[in-house]
């Protein structure tokens, strides 16, 4: 049983669900995956957020954040546009995790598996020894983008 120290929810649904808030976009590319804990299993009362730009590789105040829970089986989704190049980095998104036992929510990023020329150059790719962490992988239409916070196959997180 989870105890109170172990957890940072319950997340209310009506901060969830209320403004659709993982839905940037009605027609855009469908991006799901899972939060899993160090023995892969789910995690399922974490909280995912997106930061990214828009097609142009700008940051806008009116578009380009969305959160998404998780269901029992850990899983997120999202439905967004595929964000341009920000000063020279690939095309990414800023993914964060809030999850039971973090005080702080956990930072890393999703880069997108058709842009092989623009991860190859990008500099925080090149920067991390092991970087199949933080690309997606194609799936059904859309993209998957599973993060495991700790053990064979952690994410690369970044200091905040």
């Excluded at 957020?49 to 105040?61: C, K, T």
């Excluded at 991860?119 to 933080?134: E, H, K």
Aim: proline share 7%.
């Amino acid at each position: 049983m989870t105890t109170p120290s172990q957890t940072v929810g319950p997340y209310f649904a009506l901060g969830l669900l209320e403004r659709r808030a993982n839905e940037l976009v009605p027609d855009g590319i469908r991006i799901t995956g899972r939060v899993l804990d160090g023995a892969g299993e789910a995690v399922p009362d974490a909280m995912v957020e997106i930061w990214q730009a828009d097609e142009e590789g700008r940051y806008q105040p009116d578009f380009g954040w969305g959160r998404s829970g998780c269901d029992t089986e850990g899983r997120f989704s999202f439905v967004t546009r595929k964000p341009g190049r920000v000063q020279g980095q690939a095309p990414h998104l800023s993914v964060l995790v809030f999850a039971r036992g973090l005080l702080k929510p956990v930072r890393t990023r999703m880069y997108f598996p058709d842009e092989e020329e623009a991860n190859a150059a990008d500099p925080v790719l090149l920067a991390v020894d092991d970087s199949s962490t933080l690309i997606a992988r194609p799936m059904d239409g859309g993209l998957e983008f599973d993060i495991r916070l700790q053990g064979d196959g952690q994410a690369v997180f970044f200091a905040l």
